[in-house]
T-cell receptor, first 114, second 111 residues
Framework: NAGVTQTPKFQVLKTGQSMTLQCAQD?????MSWYRQDPGMGLRLIHY???????DQGEVPNGYNVSRSTTEDFPLRLLSAAPSQTSVYFC?????????????FGSGTRLTVV | KNQVEQSPQSLIILEGKNCTLQ??????????LRWYKQDTGRGPVSLTI?????NTKSNGRYTATLDADTKQSSLHITASQLSDSASYIC??????????FGTGTRLTIIP
């Protein structure tokens, strides 16, 4: 049972490049989400999904796309990277939105856009 | 102004001592209040989850309290250990999972 696996752990992009951050979970969780964490700010929700085929926007969705074709995978796509997207990105999952156990977070992807 | 404010921003204590971290919030009601522990370079790990109607929840040496009247939550750590060095993050959960996170308290335990 690996939990939530994020790849890559580190990435440097040039402005304008695109890339996909991968997130996979093996716990059969229905709910998955993406957060970004910036210095001096709390984690902010980018996009989330309540099940395969269903996604919705969070607090800071601009510049990011998601899809959920399977229960296990929830990739985050940066369409045209900007320096403002330099951040640490976390994927999280849970059985349901109101799960009493709480979210399981991945170990993060540190992205630098130059 | 953040809806969730945590204090202090950072704290250094000696191993074996107790400490209390604060979380003040401005919005209510909410579905639940959560405390997370985040080690450097890792994702947050859930410590406690309290519903709006609960006023205390424990997880080993961690005890969270919630005072709806003063809109405050505290995380008390008993008999601190070096492994407790981490950031501790408070978060409010609303219905369909729009979590609002605080910026965290950085706790350092020194031997």
């Amino acid at each position: 049972n690996a939990g939530v696996t994020q790849t890559p752990k580190f990435q440097v992009l040039k402005t304008g490049q695109s890339m996909t951050l991968q997130c996979a979970q093996d716990m059969n969780h229905e709910y998955m989400s993406w957060y970004r964490q910036d210095p001096g700010m709390g984690l902010r929700l980018i996009h989330y999904s309540v099940g395969a085929g269903i996604t919705d926007q969070g607090e800071v969705p601009n510049g990011y796309n998601v899809s959920r074709s399977t229960t296990e995978d929830f990739p985050l796509r940066l369409l045209s990277a900007a320096p403002s997207q330099t951040s640490v990105y976390f994927c999280a999952s849970s059985y349901s939105p109101g799960d009493k156990i709480g979210y399981t977070f991945g170990s993060g992807t540190r992205l630098t856009v130059v | 102004k953040n809806q969730v404010e945590q204090s202090p921003q950072s704290l250094i204590i000696l191993e074996g001592k107790n400490c209390t971290l604060q979380c003040n919030y401005t919005v209510s009601p909410f579905s639940n209040l959560r405390w997370y522990k985040q080690d450097t370079g890792r994702g947050p790990v859930s410590l406690t989850i309290m519903t709006f109607s609960e006023n205390t929840k424990s997880n080993g040496r961690y005890t969270a309290t919630l005072d709806a009247d003063t809109k405050q939550s505290s995380l008390h750590i008993t008999a601190s250990q070096l492994s407790d060095s981490a950031s501790y993050i408070c978060a409010l959960g609303f219905g369909n999972e729009k979590l609002t996170f605080g910026t965290g308290t950085r706790l350092t335990i020194i031997p």
